[in-house]
C-alpha cells in the first residue's frame, strides 16, 4: 500500500485537500481528529496528571490547555509526551485496516509530519501551502484565534518555504477549491498509471 503524508503549515488547507482524497475513495487519518477524539477519552486521564485543571468530567478542556500552553510553552512538552505516542498507535491502527480492507492508497494528514520526523515513514509527502496572507485570513477567522495563538502555533512549526523544498508534490491551495480538486484527482490518476 502506498502512504501519502498530507502536511502543511496552519491554514494551508490540509483538512480540505483531505476531504478531496475522502471524495474520492481514499482512506485518511487525521491526526488533528485523533487528538480530539483522544482528549474525549484515554488521554483525559494522562493530561490530568500533568494538571487535573486541564480535564472536567472525562474531557481535556482544549480551550483552558492551549491558554496554560501560551502562557507556560514548557506544558507543550508534557502534552506532546502523553498524546504522540497515542496518535502514532491509532496512526498504525488505521494503516492496518487500510492494508486488510485492500486499499492500494491511504492519506495520513500529519500537520508536524516534518518536525517529528515522520516523513521517512510515508512515500509520498504532499505539502499544501499558500500564501501568508491568505494564511492570517483563514486562521484568524476561526473562532478563539488570536494573532498570539497564531504565531505561538508558527513557532512550532517548519517554515511552509522549508517544507516545501523537502516535500515531493506541493499544491497550491489558494487557487480555489476546484483547482484543488483538480489535483487531487490528477494525482491519483498519475499514482494509479
Known amino acids: 500500500m502506498m502512504i501519502i503524508g498530507l502536511t502543511g503549515s ?3 488547507g490540509k483538512t480540505t485537500t483531505a476531504g478531496f482524497f475522502v471524495a474520492e475513495g481514499i482512506p485518511v487519518h487525521d ?3 485523533c487528538v480530539h477524539k483522544l482528549y474525549a477519552g484515554e488521554a483525559a486521564s494522562l493530561i490530568a496528571e500533568i494538571d487535573h485543571s486541564f480535564v472536567e468530567n472525562g474531557i481535556v478542556k482544549r480551550k483552558t490547555l492551549a491558554d496554560a500552553i501560551l502562557r507556560a510553552p514548557e506544558l507543550l512538552s508534557a502534552v506532546e509526551n502523553v498524546i504522540h505516542p497515542l496518535i ?3 496512526r498504525n491502527r488505521f494503516l492496518q485496516r487500510a492494508r486488510s ?9 500529519i500537520p508536524l509530519l516534518f518536525e517529528r520526523g515522520l516523513e521517512h515513514d510515508v512515500d509520498i509527502v504532499l505539502v499544501v501551502s ?7 485570513n483563514r486562521v484568524l477567522r476561526r473562532p478563539g484565534m488570536t494573532r498570539e495563538k497564531l504565531e505561538m502555533i ?3 512549526q ?6 516545501m523544498q523537502s516535500a ?3 499544491f497550491d491551495t489558494s487557487r480555489g477549491l476546484e483547482e484543488l480538486r483538480q489535483d487531487v484527482r490528477s494525482l491519483l490518476r498519475s499514482l494509479r498509471s
Open 31 to 33: 491526526s488533528d481528529q
Open 158 to 163: 517548519m517554515p511552509s518555504y522549508e517544507k
Open 10 to 12: 496552519i491554514g494551508m
Open 154 to 156: 508558527r513557532s512550532r
Open 130 to 136: 499558500a500564501p501568508a496572507h491568505v494564511q492570517e
Open 88 to 90: 502514532a498507535r491509532e
Open 101 to 109: 480492507a485492500g486499499h492500494a492508497l491511504a492519506v495520513l494528514d
Open 168 to 170: 515531493h508534490i506541493v
